[in-house]
């Protein structure tokens, strides 16, 4: 690096603002220049660029270090004389860099004393041009901390960072910083715009050395007048091309003067009718850009490894959105087999009535027998209770008075369904049916008579006629009570409980139920709607599809849970209290005989 202290970049002019005698030398401090903060101003064609590419050129001519930020690659052709390096987004550039080699610049500029010049104009993508200009300086301010080595930045069009209105980006803030705290790490910046009054005064009023240039709007000859005196900003309109104002602290005054012309190529100038020749541009040496290339090589092999990654992960989502398509229409193809099987039990159902029929029959014959349990016991264990029915009531709905004409009736209907005559017996569907007498305890002077269902021929006299047998006293109570019997099932209420006697028979259902049905009753109830086979899970199954349907069509058989769509189903204790009590309870007392069958039957203790 040369020893100079000074270098002579203009003459004085003549004219209005003028000071001293023209044509003398006009000198800038190197220190001052390469360590301080400038502002260069003036309207399109003015001289602006001209001043600071001969600030450049007098800078590159004695070794000193500088980056020049290009906005509008116009500075490449200080690459005829100097071997400067150009970076930037495109092949005219030496090498194209990304924010990635952001510290590696600062370093050859810095660390190796290596000019350059960052052409952000050579990016299409203005957001990545600002993310590569705030890394830069961010890299420039860290490392000049360490190198306390006098280097200089200049930035065009710095309006565009530091805009006196609007919000500023993370460029302009760090520009900011460089002017505010790089002079006393040697790090010195000069920003040149058109355009004066879209500039931060923040800025302007920290500079040390500022060049004004032609300007005529209004605005901005409205700064001349604040910051040097209004007989400038009258003056600063006529100012010839190249001419300036020029203020510094050194020499504490304001000066006209005439900047030199740049030597190189004027890469800035407005093109004209002649044809353009492009000069013979100096090449950087290979070592310059050789590590730079191996950032961008490794750059490079990062994104096509990350390219292959994203392609591989395209792949997989692809193959879990089929996977999961699939999966769908396996459900779905399930949901409708569900439904299809629901549809067919219940036309399964309505064919055959019968079916029905005996379901309700057994019901009432196992509360029947119940009862008739229950009032055993009563007898052999002392007094009844104020409830129960009188011995004498108990024997007329049992005996052969109310009973009789009811069992009869009863024998007359089993004998005549589906075609067949009392005469014959009980006949269904055209078959000869066998009317044994039961031999279970129960008396023939009873009129007891066992009635085969479905038309087969029934021969086992032990088990079948004992069911035919309840079932006809069943029906004969039932008939009984419809006459208005006395001692109806609707006055009985269980021993153990002080409630509606409807609790005593849906108690009777539950009780009929395995301990694993029971639990998944439960779980409907304290779940709310869901599928068998999580009902089945909750209740201590294995998760068998098969087990899980038998046990809840058992539930839905009993009417103790309903299907309430897409495949779940859910509890219907609370409905299924109104219905048995023919809707005389209230909600309390429906929620009572509820919570009470909760708390005695869905508790999981028993089988």
Same mark, same amino acid.
């Given at each position: 690096?040369?020893?100079?202290?000074?270098?002579?970049?203009?003459?004085?002019?003549?004219?209005?603002?003028?000071?001293?005698?023209?044509?003398?030398?006009?000198?800038?401090?190197?220190?001052?220049?390469?360590?301080?903060?400038?502002?260069?101003?003036?309207?399109?064609?003015?001289?602006?660029?001209?001043?600071?590419?001969?600030?450049?050129?007098?800078?590159?001519?004695?070794?000193?270090?500088?980056?020049?930020?290009?906005?509008?690659?116009?500075?490449?052709?200080?690459?005829?004389?100097?071997?400067?390096?150009?970076?930037?987004?495109?092949?005219?550039?030496?090498?194209?860099?990304?924010?990635?080699?952001?510290?590696?610049?600062?370093?050859?500029?810095?660390?190796?004393?290596?000019?350059?010049?960052?052409?952000?104009?050579?990016?299409?993508?203005?957001?990545?041009?600002?993310?590569?200009?705030?890394?830069?300086?961010?890299?420039?301010?860290?490392?000049?901390?360490?190198?306390?080595?006098?280097?200089?930045?200049?930035?065009?069009?710095?309006?565009?960072?530091?805009?006196?209105?609007?919000?500023?980006?993370?460029?302009?803030?760090?520009?900011?910083?460089?002017?505010?705290?790089?002079?006393?790490?040697?790090?010195?910046?000069?920003?040149?715009?058109?355009?004066?009054?879209?500039?931060?005064?923040?800025?302007?009023?920290?500079?040390?050395?500022?060049?004004?240039?032609?300007?005529?709007?209004?605005?901005?000859?409205?700064?001349?007048?604040?910051?040097?005196?209004?007989?400038?900003?009258?003056?600063?309109?006529?100012?010839?091309?190249?001419?300036?104002?020029?203020?510094?602290?050194?020499?504490?005054?304001?000066?006209?003067?005439?900047?030199?012309?740049?030597?190189?190529?004027?890469?800035?100038?407005?093109?004209?009718?002649?044809?353009?020749?492009?000069?013979?541009?100096?090449?950087?040496?290979?070592?310059?850009?050789?590590?730079?290339?191996?950032?961008?090589?490794?750059?490079?092999?990062?994104?096509?490894?990350?390219?292959?990654?994203?392609?591989?992960?395209?792949?997989?989502?692809?193959?879990?959105?089929?996977?999961?398509?699939?999966?769908?229409?396996?459900?779905?193809?399930?949901?409708?087999?569900?439904?299809?099987?629901?549809?067919?039990?219940?036309?399964?159902?309505?064919?055959?009535?019968?079916?029905?029929?005996?379901?309700?029959?057994?019901?009432?014959?196992?509360?029947?027998?119940?009862?008739?349990?229950?009032?055993?016991?009563?007898?052999?264990?002392?007094?009844?209770?104020?409830?129960?029915?009188?011995?004498?009531?108990?024997?007329?709905?049992? /005996?052969? $008075? =109310?009973? %009789? *004409?009811?069992?009869? +009736?009863? !024998?007359?209907?089993?004998?005549?369904?589906?075609?067949?005559?009392?005469?014959?017996?009980?006949?269904?569907?055209?078959?000869?049916?066998?009317?044994?007498?039961?031999?279970?305890?129960?008396?023939?002077?009873?009129?007891?008579?066992?009635?085969?269902?479905?038309?087969?021929?029934?021969?086992?006299?032990?088990?079948?006629?004992?069911?035919?047998?309840?079932?006809?006293?069943?029906?004969?109570?039932?008939?009984?009570?419809?006459?208005?019997?006395?001692?109806?099932?609707?006055?009985?209420?269980?021993?153990?409980?002080?409630?509606?006697?409807?609790?005593?028979?849906?108690?009777?259902?539950?009780?009929?139920?395995?301990?694993?049905?029971?639990?998944?009753?439960?779980?409907?109830?304290?779940?709310?709607?869901?599928?068998?086979?999580?009902?089945?899970? /909750?209740? $201590? =199954?294995? %998760? *068998?599809?098969?087990? +899980?349907? !038998?046990?809840?069509?058992?539930?839905?058989?009993?009417?103790?849970?309903?299907?309430?769509?897409?495949?779940?189903?859910?509890?219907?204790?609370?409905?299924?209290?109104?219905?048995?009590?023919?809707?005389?309870?209230?909600?309390?007392?429906?929620?009572?005989?509820?919570?009470?069958?909760?708390?005695?039957?869905?508790?999981?203790?028993?089988?």
């Amino acid at each position: 690096m040369a020893e100079t202290e000074q270098i002579t970049v203009a003459t004085t002019s003549a004219g209005p603002g003028g000071t001293g005698e023209p044509g003398e030398t006009v000198n800038l401090p190197v220190v001052e220049l390469l360590t301080g903060r400038g502002f260069i101003t003036g309207k399109s064609g003015s001289g602006k660029s001209n001043t600071a590419s001969v600030i450049a050129e007098k800078l590159l001519d004695n070794g000193f270090g500088l980056l020049i930020v290009d906005i509008d690659g116009e500075y490449y052709g200080l690459k005829e004389e100097y071997e400067i390096l150009h970076v930037g987004g495109d092949e005219e550039c030496d090498i194209q860099v990304t924010e990635d080699h952001a510290g590696k610049i600062a370093s050859l500029a810095l660390e190796q004393n290596v000019p350059i010049i960052l052409d952000i104009s050579s990016f299409l993508d203005e957001e990545e041009a600002e993310t590569l200009l705030t890394e830069v300086a961010k890299q420039l301010f860290a490392k000049a901390k360490k190198q306390k080595q006098p280097f200089l930045m200049l930035v065009e069009e710095c309006h565009e960072w530091m805009p006196e209105k609007g919000s500023m980006g993370e460029v302009g803030k760090m520009l900011i910083k460089i002017g505010k705290r790089g002079r006393k790490h040697g790090l010195g910046i000069v920003g040149i715009s058109q355009r004066p009054a879209d500039v931060k005064k923040d800025y302007i009023t920290q500079c040390d050395w500022l060049v004004w240039h032609r300007l005529t709007w209004n605005n901005d000859t409205k700064v001349v007048g604040r910051i040097l005196d209004n007989q400038y900003a009258d003056a600063v309109e006529d100012l010839d091309d190249g001419e300036a104002f020029m203020m510094n602290d050194w020499a504490e005054q304001v000066s006209r003067v005439q900047f030199h012309r740049k030597q190189t190529f004027d890469a800035g100038a407005t093109p004209g009718l002649d044809d353009f020749e492009r000069p013979e541009l100096k090449s950087v040496s290979d070592d310059l850009v050789s590590e730079l290339e191996t950032i961008s090589e490794e750059q490079q092999e990062t994104e096509n490894r990350i390219k292959e990654l994203r392609e591989e992960l395209d792949k997989k989502n692809s193959r879990i959105a089929e996977l999961e398509a699939e999966l769908q229409d396996a459900r779905d193809l399930s949901r409708m087999a569900e439904q299809f099987t629901e549809a067919m039990l219940d036309q399964a159902e309505d064919y055959n009535p019968g079916r029905t029929e005996q379901e309700k029959m057994r019901r009432q014959r196992e509360r029947f027998a119940d009862s008739s349990d229950s009032d055993s016991e009563a007898d052999a264990d002392g007094p009844r209770d104020e409830q129960s029915p009188e011995p004498d009531e108990t024997a007329d709905a049992t /005996s052969g $008075g =109310g009973f %009789g *004409d009811a069992f009869s +009736a009863f !024998a007359e209907d089993g004998a005549a369904m589906n075609g067949g005559s009392a005469s014959d017996g009980a006949e269904t569907n055209g078959h000869a049916a066998n009317a044994d007498t039961a031999t279970n305890g129960a008396s023939a002077d009873n009129g007891a008579a066992a009635v085969s269902v479905n038309g087969v021929a029934d021969t086992d006299t032990t088990d079948t006629d004992d069911e035919d047998l309840r079932a006809a006293i069943a029906e004969a109570v039932e008939a009984e009570e419809s006459n208005g019997a006395t001692g109806s099932a609707e006055d009985e209420s269980p021993s153990d409980f002080d409630g509606p006697a409807v609790y005593g028979d849906l108690r009777a259902d539950i009780e009929e139920l395995d301990r694993k049905t029971r639990r998944m009753l439960a779980y409907y109830r304290e779940q709310g709607p869901g599928t068998p086979l999580n009902a089945h899970f /909750s209740a $201590g =199954g294995s %998760g *068998d599809r098969t087990a +899980a349907y !038998a046990r809840n069509r058992e539930l839905r058989l009993r009417e103790l849970v309903e299907h309430v769509g897409r495949g779940k189903y859910d509890s219907r204790l609370a409905a299924l209290v109104r219905e048995e009590s023919d809707r005389r309870l209230d909600e309390d007392e429906v929620e009572s005989v509820v919570s009470r069958l909760e708390s005695a039957f869905l508790d999981g203790n028993g089988d």
